[in-house]
């Protein structure tokens, strides 16, 4: 009774031991989430962004054919509440970084479209909703980026997913609407993650970021 006692104790000590190692193995290689404005400053950002190394995804805004909220215009766009979600999200962005030292894209999709406008007024129209998207997102990025100039675009969840997995990272479900993804390019055109940002914790009264 006794061995049985203690081999039962064995594997469930072993048990934990293995989830414990592979909990630890995909968070360590997980995009760091950020949480707060603060920590995106925290990670030397700024720097960074003056110096246009930074790479910024944004996910669209709420879609209209996904939620009982109020439509905003046509069913393939965002929603009323998006669309104040973009704005809010904008002004935070315009606020507080040198937007004359980027440049905005945009998927092509009304979706895209509508959040870039509420967000930035305007930003140059991609080809196609592949254009900056794909296993070789990249490669895409690096042609359509200028140098010493940041580059943001609006684009969709499978695309950011596309940069956090061709970076080497893992990614963890479909990022929410609005969110940020962050990274940065080195001088041998290197990726590296800086982290993520949900846009529903951004501050109703801009801080520094």
């Given at each position: 009774m006794i061995n049985i006692s203690l081999a039962k104790?064995?594997?469930?000590?072993?048990?934990?031991?293995?989830t414990l190692f592979a909990y630890e193995a995909f968070t360590s290689n997980a995009v760091k989430d950020l949480g707060s404005p603060k920590k995106l400053a925290n990670s030397g950002f700024s720097d960074h962004w003056r110096n246009g190394n930074v790479i910024l995804l944004i996910r669209h805004e709420e879609r209209c054919d996904r939620s009982s909220n109020l439509c905003l215009g046509p069913g393939n766009g965002i929603t009323a509440l998006g669309s104040e979600r973009a704005k809010k999200t904008g002004a935070y962005l315009k606020a507080y970084l040198d937007m004359d030292n980027t440049d905005v894209f945009t998927s092509p999709m009304t979706r895209t479209v509508?959040?870039?406008?509420?967000?930035?007024?305007?930003?140059s129209l991609l080809s196609d909703r592949e254009a900056i998207c794909g296993s070789d997102i990249i490669d895409k990025i690096?042609?359509?980026k200028t140098t010493n100039r940041n580059i943001l675009i609006v684009t969709h969840n499978s695309c950011m997913?596309?940069?956090i997995r061709a970076s080497g990272h893992k990614h963890s479900g479909s990022p929410e609407y609005g969110s940020l993804l962050f990274a940065k390019i080195s001088s041998s055109n290197e990726i590296q993650m800086i982290g993520k940002l949900n846009s529903d914790i951004l501050p109703k009264q801009p801080s520094p970021i």
């Amino acid at each position: 009774m006794i061995n049985i006692s203690l081999a039962k104790t064995i594997l469930s000590i072993s048990f934990i031991g293995a989830t414990l190692f592979a909990y630890e193995a995909f968070t360590s290689n997980a995009v760091k989430d950020l949480g707060s404005p603060k920590k995106l400053a925290n990670s030397g950002f700024s720097d960074h962004w003056r110096n246009g190394n930074v790479i910024l995804l944004i996910r669209h805004e709420e879609r209209c054919d996904r939620s009982s909220n109020l439509c905003l215009g046509p069913g393939n766009g965002i929603t009323a509440l998006g669309s104040e979600r973009a704005k809010k999200t904008g002004a935070y962005l315009k606020a507080y970084l040198d937007m004359d030292n980027t440049d905005v894209f945009t998927s092509p999709m009304t979706r895209t479209v509508q959040t870039s406008d509420f967000m930035f007024d305007k930003a140059s129209l991609l080809s196609d909703r592949e254009a900056i998207c794909g296993s070789d997102i990249i490669d895409k990025i690096i042609k359509h980026k200028t140098t010493n100039r940041n580059i943001l675009i609006v684009t969709h969840n499978s695309c950011m997913n596309d940069l956090i997995r061709a970076s080497g990272h893992k990614h963890s479900g479909s990022p929410e609407y609005g969110s940020l993804l962050f990274a940065k390019i080195s001088s041998s055109n290197e990726i590296q993650m800086i982290g993520k940002l949900n846009s529903d914790i951004l501050p109703k009264q801009p801080s520094p970021i």
